[in-house]
C-alpha cells in the first residue's frame, strides 16, 4: 500500500494505492483452490472551497467450489468506506433466502463533492 498526503488528520491533497493478491491450492489443509485479487485506489483534492473525493475498488477471483469458499473471502460492498448509506458488506449476491453470500466479482466507483464553508 501507498499512502501519499499533505497531513496525515485533515488532507487537502492525496492518495491511496493498494494492491491484494492472495491465494491457496487445495491439499489436505484446504477444500478450496482460488485466487483474488483485488486494487484500490482513492485520492482527494481542495479547491475554491470544495473538497473532491473520488474512489475505485476492483476485484475478481478465480475459484473451483464457490459454495465451500469461506465468506470472509469472497467480495461485498456497502459501509463508510465503499458505498456510504448502505451497512457494511450488505450489498452482493444473494442465496435462494435473500441472505447476501458474497461474489466472485468487486467494482465499486465513487465521486463525493463536499462544499466547505
Known amino acids: ?7 496525515p488528520l485533515r488532507p487537502t491533497r492525496g492518495y491511496r494505492v ?3 493478491v492472495s ?4 491439499n489436505p489443509l484446504s477444500d478450496v483452490s482460488f485466487f483474488k485479487a483485488q486494487c484500490l485506489l482513492s ?9 473532491f473525493i473520488g ?3 476492483l476485484g475478481a477471483m478465480l475459484v473451483d467450489q464457490f459454495d465451500k ?10 459501509g463508510i468506506n465503499s458505498i456510504r448509506g448502505y451497512d457494511y458488506k450488505e450489498l452482493g449476491p444473494k442465496d ?3 441472505n447476501v453470500i458474497g461474489g466472485k466479482f468487486l467494482t465499486v466507483l465513487s465521486l463525493e463533492y463536499e462544499k466547505l464553508f
Open 18 to 20: 493498494k494492491f491484494d
Open 55 to 57: 474512489r475505485t475498488d
Open 96 to 98: 435462494g433466502e435473500g
Open 69 to 78: 469458499l469461506p465468506t470472509s473471502y469472497r467480495f461485498y460492498a456497502g
Open 43 to 51: 485520492g482527494c483534492t481542495v479547491t475554491w472551497n470544495s473538497k
Open 23 to 26: 491465494g491457496s491450492y487445495k
Open 1 to 7: 500500500m501507498k499512502s501519499v498526503s499533505n497531513d
